[in-house]
Nanobody, 119 residues
């Protein structure tokens, strides 16, 4: 099983910014595709952004032009840059990575990181 390490959540005021990071704990794997999801209390988990192996990105309408997903292949890390945050962005954010080694491919979820937007 692949373990993922997420970081970067926290409390921020409306209009503020945060950057989330996600990386596999193992060193002998590579990220093929990645996505960030979020789940607010009482809501279903929803896709926020995703990036393919070729770098193509897709965003939920609610975050377009405010959030940016990116990947650093040298660091084997995926990021979610979040700007102009609003209280409606408050949720637990989860990364989802498609990870490959020499002999297998796995889809894995991070443990989740809380993002709270409040004054």
């Amino acid at each position: 099983q692949v373990q993922l390490v997420e970081s970067g959540g926290g409390l921020v005021q409306p209009g503020g910014s945060l950057r989330l990071s996600c990386a596999p704990s193992a060193s002998n794997v590579s990220i093929i595709a990645a996505g960030w999801y979020r789940q607010a209390p009482g809501n279903q988990r929803e896709l926020v952004a995703r990036i393919t192996s070729s770098g193509t990105t897709n965003y939920a309408d609610s975050v377009k032009d405010r959030f940016t997903i990116s990947r650093d292949n040298a660091k084997n890390t995926v990021y979610l840059e979040m700007n102009s945050l609003t209280p409606e962005d408050t949720a637990v954010y989860y990364c989802n990575l498609g990870v490959r080694s020499e002999s297998w491919y796995r889809n894995a979820w991070g443990q989740g990181t809380q993002v709270t937007v409040s004054s």
